[in-house]
């Protein structure tokens, strides 16, 4: 399974280390897919004291560059708190069904702002995914959404990786 992977992250990564570890990780993906794609799409400025309605409308305006970069025909995995969390194994597994059951051969992993996903983007996903009941900044969230992609593609390859 060589698919497109690629990967819709709102804001820029600021911070070298950040940067650093997506790109060490984007260049492993790389070598193991057809094609490895990283969006990032503008962030919008949230307030100090934003009501929950200004929330709710930076989110909505976040999930439209969202969609705009999403693919009429992409399995979408959504991070999400409130997503299923699985182990590296079954990540691997998920995907191997995906691209089996769903045809699917571009994933697009998507990871929201400070603030989260707007419903539109859980609506358009095939999977919510959670990396667990910590909350994590969304920088380092898009490592571990690259590591544990990563991962999956050397599970479902048969090839050591570090545990």
């Known amino acids: 399974m ?30 193991l897919v057809s094609k490895f794609e990283l ?34 025909r992409d399995y979408v995995i959504a991070c999400d708190l409130a997503g299923k969390q699985l182990e590296s194994p079954d990540f691997a597994q998920h995907l191997m ?9 571009t994933f697009t992993i998507v990871i929201g702002g400070s603030l989260g996903l707007d419903h539109a983007v859980f609506e358009r996903s095939n999977f919510r995914w959670c990396f667990g009941k910590l909350t994590l900044p969304h920088q380092l969230a898009r490592v571990i ?8 593609f050397k599970i ?3 090839e050591p990786y570090h545990k």
């Open 39 to 72: 969006v990032e799409v503008t962030d919008e400025p949230t307030p100090d004291g934003a009501s929950a309605a200004d929330e709710a409308s930076i989110r909505q305006r976040e999930g439209v560059r969202i969609l705009a970069k999403v693919g009429e």
């Open 2 to 31: 060589r698919p497109t992977i690629r990967v819709i992250a709102v804001g820029k990564l600021k911070e070298t280390f950040f940067k650093d570890a997506c790109g060490d990780y984007a260049t492993r993906l790389a070598n």
């Open 145 to 152: 959404a690259l590591e544990q992609t990563y991962r999956a």
């Open 97 to 105: 069904d995906a691209a089996t059951f769903h045809s699917a051969s």
């Open 156 to 158: 479902l390859r048969g």
